[in-house]
């Protein structure tokens, strides 16, 4: 039931966030590691991506443990979403650090990739930042978490009654596929 929920929060908050790949399944059927998972099938192939498109990303990454905490409380969280928030972390800290697309940071790079392979790399490297900038970084970053954290919680309070509807499909079909997912967000049974 968990993960159902975890995963109907996905799908939700990714239908309802611009710029982002479409939802096309939804499964709580085990695969590797995942207890279950949430497909979004790119349109075409991208080599670039905008800060809209970036920060969809992280607020859907962000559904599975904002749903988990509305459904079960703040105490049933998980760490299934261990893996989701490490993965928005990395996409706003290079948001702000590598892409150039942070609105107080500007167009910079503040990332020092050497390049290194060999296994004692963190050795080598050297301080590339200042702490203060590192601190503005780190409140960058943050401020983009928070906003689309924020978001998410949003869409999902929004549709509560289509998250319920999502994650008894998948407890009674355990993967849906575009036309349920549209079903359901449509309010149909």
């Known amino acids: 039931e ?13 239908r309802n966030v611009p710029s982002h790949d479409p939802v096309y399944k939804v499964s709580i059927i085990p695969r590797g590691r ?7 099938l790119p349109e075409e192939d991208r080599l670039s991506y905008s800060r809209e498109r970036l920060e969809s990303q992280i607020s ?8 988990e905490e509305l459904i079960f409380g703040e105490d049933s969280v998980t760490t299934g979403a261990s893996n ?3 993965r928005a972390t990395e996409i706003a800290r290079n948001m702000v650090t590598k892409c150039g697309v942070s609105q107080k940071r500007g167009p910079m790079s503040y ?8 296994l004692g790399h963190s050795v080598t490297q050297h301080k590339s930042v200042s702490d203060e900038t590192a601190h503005t970084i780190d409140g960058e970053a943050r401020l983009i978490v928070d906003r689309n954290y924020e978001r998410a919680q949003n869409i999902l309070e ?4 289509k998250l319920h509807a999502m994650a008894k499909a998948l407890i009674k079909f355990e993967t849906i596929d575009t036309e349920q997912i549209d079903a359901i967000l449509a309010g149909k049974e």
């Open 111 to 118: 990332s020092d990739d050497g390049g290194e392979v060999f």
């Open 2 to 14: 968990l993960t159902a929920y975890h995963e109907a929060g996905h799908a939700i908050v990714g």
């Open 158 to 161: 929004e549709n509560i009654d």
């Open 84 to 86: 989701d928030i490490e």
């Open 60 to 67: 859907s990454l962000f559904g599975g443990r904002i749903a």
């Open 34 to 40: 995942a207890l279950g998972v949430t497909m979004f």
